[in-house]
Nanobody, 126 residues
Framework: QVQLVESGGGLVQAGGSLRLSCAAS????????MGWFRQAPGKEREFVAA????????YYEDSVKGRFTISRDNANITVYLQMNSLKPEDTAVYYC???????????????????WGQGTQVTVSS
């Protein structure tokens, strides 16, 4: 059974940084795409970033490009989201997600991912 466990959320001032972690277990993830989504109160869950575990290809939502970096650690089967220059509008619950890859296609819609973590809260104060 796939398990995704996020950690690393917290309260930070605007301009600060946080690194989120997603520990994955229950599968061999080499053929998976791993993603990060976020959901602010009263809003839809939205795509943030994704990476192919096998190729290392990455894709970002426009508003986080240049500020957020998604990466993976093969040895620890962990995916990270390094978030720099945080803004109050980045405040949300951040979720890790996973789905088996289909060729080179990089999914970025909520319904395209099969597995989800429980989420970790990120709050950015102004």
């Amino acid at each position: 059974q796939v398990q995704l466990v996020e950690s690393g959320g917290g309260l930070v001032q605007a301009g600060g940084s946080l690194r989120l972690s997603c520990a994955a277990s229950g599968r061999t993830f080499i053929s998976y795409v791993m993603g990060w989504f976020r959901q602010a109160p009263g809003k839809e869950r939205e795509f943030v970033a994704a990476t192919s575990w096998s190729s290392g290809d990455v894709y970002y939502e426009d508003s986080v490009k240049g500020r957020f970096t998604i990466s993976r650690d093969n040895a620890n089967i962990t995916v990270y989201l390094q978030m720099n220059s945080l803004k109050p509008e980045d405040t949300a619950v951040y979720y890790c997600a996973a789905v088996p890859a289909h060729g080179v296609y990089m999914p970025r819609r909520r319904h395209e991912f099969d597995y989800w973590g429980q989420g970790t809260q990120v709050t950015v104060s102004s």
